[in-house]
């Protein structure tokens, strides 16, 4: 579906939505008696990713927990939909539970741009000190009046870019067709690199490169790892440019309509499930940084200072164009945080 026609229904999904928070019923409602509530949770990536296995630990956990009463079914690798129609199907109530990236959201909201802003975030600890914050923490209910809830935010890690030639100067993405999720901060990052921005869901990346219908890409380790992206790219730059983590979301109404004693457990399970996987983030993406050069498949730029600059000089007109919509009083306790 175009992303415009999906915009469409996803504000028809939030307005139904919101309807139902306002003394409808659930969608996805009580289950008849004796049954669990049943928690649909798709995601797009493998489940040997920091998000596929807290998705997998949460179910196990939840399903312990709550005996005959709960039931989490996870769907990875996109095997029930790709990530901006999991957005629309939350609106819906048609899933109970996401995670995808904070990137997709730019059409709810300007706010979950920060995370994208060009090297804001050196590294995973500085992006944690943010989401801890008073304004991260404030970030998980900025959708709830549409029927969205977030309760968690699950790292993945810091993205790298991938290419046909070594990318070493920003000069050399010029021209490149890269693929960036669907969002509009990272369109505009490419285009400031000279590079041709392609939307693209990620389970059509690893075909995409693999047919030359895009030359390039952007992703964590894990990613480009566990989704083979570097079988079909034989270059590769460590630039730690930006973030990829998530918002845990539930539909609002559903979430509400659960007992309270079990959606208290389920919440504080979720809780604990976030600190287990996003401690271990980071040794995982850099285990598949390891994995991927043994496999000997592509060549690894590691920037000099200087060349850091440059990217970092490159990507700048980045925050000229977003600080303001994001809200600068945002951007400033991110980069706060990011000290
Ligand atoms: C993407 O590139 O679309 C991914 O970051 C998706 C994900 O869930 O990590």
């Not at 709810?108 to 943010?130: G, H, I, M, S, Y």
């Not at 993945?156 to 990318?167: D, S």
């Amino acid at each position: 579906m175009a992303v415009h026609s999906r915009i469409r229904v996803i504000l028809l999904g939030l307005a139904l939505a919101a309807i139902a928070g306002c003394g409808g019923s659930a969608p996805g409602g009580a289950p008849a008696s004796g049954e669990p509530y049943v928690i649909k949770f798709p995601h797009v990536v493998a489940p040997a990713t920091p998000k596929g296995i807290m998705a997998q630990r949460f179910k196990e956990l939840a399903e312990e927990r709550f005996p005959g009463r709960v039931r989490v079914e996870v769907y990875p690798s996109a095997q029930l939909m790709e990530d901006s129609d999991s957005i629309e199907a939350l609106a819906f109530g048609e899933v109970q539970m996401i995670a995808t990236t904070v990137s997709l959201y730019d059409r709810l909201t300007q706010k979950f741009q920060v995370f994208d802003l060009p090297f804001l975030f050196p590294d995973l600890a500085a992006v944690e000190r943010f989401q801890a914050s008073p304004p991260g923490r404030e970030l998980l209910t900025t959708l709830t009046d549409q029927g969205i809830l977030g309760l968690q935010f699950w790292h993945n890690g810091m993205k790298q870019l991938t290419g046909p030639r070594p990318l070493i100067e920003p000069d050399d993405a010029r021209g490149l067709k890269f693929r960036v999720m669907e969002s509009d901060i990272l369109e505009a990052e490419i285009k400031a690199i000279g590079g041709s921005p392609q939307k693209m869901a990620f389970g059509e990346v690893y075909q995409a490169l693999q047919t030359g219908a895009i030359d390039a890409q952007e992703n964590t380790w894990s990613n480009i790892y566990s989704s083979k992206f570097y079988e079909v790219q034989p270059y590769m730059t460590e630039s730690n440019h930006g973030y990829i983590g998530y918002f845990v979301a539930v539909n609002a109404p559903f979430w509400r309509s659960l007992p309270d004693d079990l959606r208290t457990g389920l919440e504080a399970t979720l809780a604990e499930v976030t600190q287990w996987g996003n401690a271990r983030s980071e040794s995982i993406n850099l285990e598949d940084r390891q994995h991927i050069l043994d496999s000997g498949r592509t060549e690894l730029t590691v920037l000099t200072p200087q060349q850091l600059t440059a990217w970092q000089e490159a990507m700048r007109p980045v925050w000229d164009e977003f600080r303001d919509r994001i809200g600068a009083e945002l951007v400033n306790a991110a980069l706060a945080a990011a000290q």
